[in-house]
């Protein structure tokens, strides 16, 4: 089984441009998370689907980030413009339908604004 | 407020001796606590869940309600232990995570 996919793996942008990720969730998985990683803390949520609506969005900074999850599958996080606190590993999940079930990490994208 | 907290940012034993990685934790409710891991360049995954009340690797952790703890224990070092882990409470039932800020464990040869 494949697991969560994220690209890229790493970026370097200057403060005021935009980014954007992508992530492919495990086959079959309805749920899908976004988390910001700051160096030396936990992953923090920043919005999770189910399929392609969304269920929690209450910590994304709407202001500069969006996501969407078209067709329930893929997904893309945008940061739109940058600033030097966005700088982070961008962690994507996924998990089953089911209530309770394993979320699944990707890789992250590792993301520096200069 | 939910929070998880973990005092220790680095923890560092030799190869052998006991070893616990503490996590408290603030939540009205039933609490789900977990325990997920990050080995070297690897992706963060899960250890274990306080519900499966079962041993990964030989560590368990049990929940103790009364001191709101999730202690993450295991009697003998292993070096491949060496890795980040981080203690994570199940916020609400659409499955959110709330995260501490992660212990490092360093298991000296």
């Known amino acids: 089984e494949a697991g969560v996919a994220q690209s890229p793996r790493y970026k370097i942008i200057e403060k005021r441009q935009s980014v954007a990720f992508w992530c492919n969730p495990i086959?079959?998985?309805?749920?899908l998370y976004w988390y910001q990683q700051i160096l030396g803390q936990g992953p923090k949520l920043l919005i999770q689907?189910?399929?392609?609506?969304?269920?929690?969005d209450s910590q994304l900074p709407k202001d500069r980030f969006s996501a969407e999850r078209l067709k329930g599958v893929d997904s893309t996080l945008k940061i739109q413009p940058a600033k030097l606190e966005d700088s982070a590993v961008y962690l994507c999940?996924?998990?089953?339908?089911?209530?309770?079930?394993?979320?699944?990490f990707g890789p992250g994208t590792r993301l520096l604004v200069l | 407020a939910q929070r998880v907290t973990q005092p220790e940012k680095l923890l560092s034993v030799f190869k052998g001796a006991p070893v616990e990685l503490k996590c408290n934790y603030s939540?009205?409710?039933?609490?789900?606590l977990f325990w997920y891991v990050q080995y070297s360049r690897q992706r963060l995954q899960l250890l274990l869940r306080?519900?499966s009340r079962e041993s990964i690797k030989g560590f368990t952790a049990d929940l103790n309600k009364g001191e709101t703890s999730f202690h993450l224990k295991k009697p003998f070092a292993q070096e491949e232990d060496s890795a980040m882990y981080y203690c994570?409470?199940?916020?609400?039932?659409?499955?959110?995570?709330?995260f501490g800020k992660g212990t490092k464990l360093s298991v000296k040869p």
């Open positions: 999940a996924s998990s089953s339908r089911l209530v309770g079930e394993t979320q699944y």
């Open positions: 086959s079959g998985h309805a749920t």
């Open positions: 689907f189910q399929n392609n609506g969304v269920v929690d």
């Open positions: 939540y009205s409710g039933s609490p789900e």
């Open positions: 306080h519900i």
């Open positions: 994570a409470l199940r916020s609400g039932s659409q499955g959110n995570l709330i």
